[in-house]
């Protein structure tokens, strides 16, 4: 099937998520679901935690300030982000950028297992400790990649349902916001993507 027409079928799914516990706020406010963004055929994945604020007002993935850090780390080797798919584990807002729930991330995560089969990226970089854990146990290797401080930037192979695929954990882009020294780890990190442009 054509992947537009499968992840938009994602899309009604999350769309008409009634049983989540984050759909009340997402109506009531207004919001919008984040389901992703990118080229449906791209080689690197991101996977950031949940929408945020201005990405729940515009229904895209890393629209406002965190989003902006990853456009500048993209740029910064030659990348688009209209090359890459970025996308959150978790669909929906969380009330006051609360961290999300375990129940939450339980919820939501088969609509990324599909994301994952549909995109089929040889690389997929996490963006922050919850969508590193969650990829770390989907692909059986939560005894390698263990604290965030320890694996950032590293590269992990893994065995998808399509081939063998290179994970990088990578710290979430809002810590740039407050940390010049995180900012420059950052940046250093991403360098390992060029071998995979
Ligand atoms: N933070 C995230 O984890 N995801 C977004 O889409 C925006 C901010």
């Not at 999350?14 to 389901?35: A, G, H």
């Not at 129940?103 to 997929?124: G, N, R």
């Not at 940046?187 to 071998?195: G, H, N, P, Y």
């Amino acid at each position: 099937m054509d992947k537009t027409i499968e992840l938009k079928q994602i899309r009604n799914e999350v769309w008409n998520l009634k049983e989540s516990p984050l759909y009340q706020y997402r109506t009531q406010n207004k919001y919008y679901p984040v389901i992703g963004e990118g080229n449906h055929d791209a080689k690197i994945m991101f996977i950031g935690e949940a929408p945020g604020e201005h990405e729940a007002k515009q229904g895209r993935p890393f629209c406002g300030a965190a989003g902006q850090v990853l456009t500048e780390m993209c740029t910064s080797i030659g990348l688009k982000r209209s090359d890459v798919y970025v996308t959150n584990i978790v669909k929906d807002r969380p009330p006051g950028n609360r961290d999300p729930l375990p129940e939450e991330i339980a919820l939501y995560a088969p609509f990324l297992d599909k994301q994952i089969l549909i995109i089929q990226p040889d690389v997929i970089a996490t963006l922050g400790r919850f969508s590193m854990r969650y990829i770390a146990e989907k692909y059986n290797l939560g005894d390698k990649i263990t604290g965030i401080s320890h694996v950032h930037g590293k590269t992990f192979e893994a065995w998808a349902d399509y081939g063998v695929i290179t994970i990088v954990p990578l710290f979430h882009p809002a810590v740039a916001l407050y940390k010049a020294d995180q900012r420059a780890i950052l940046f250093q990190d991403f360098q390992v993507f060029k071998s995979f442009i």
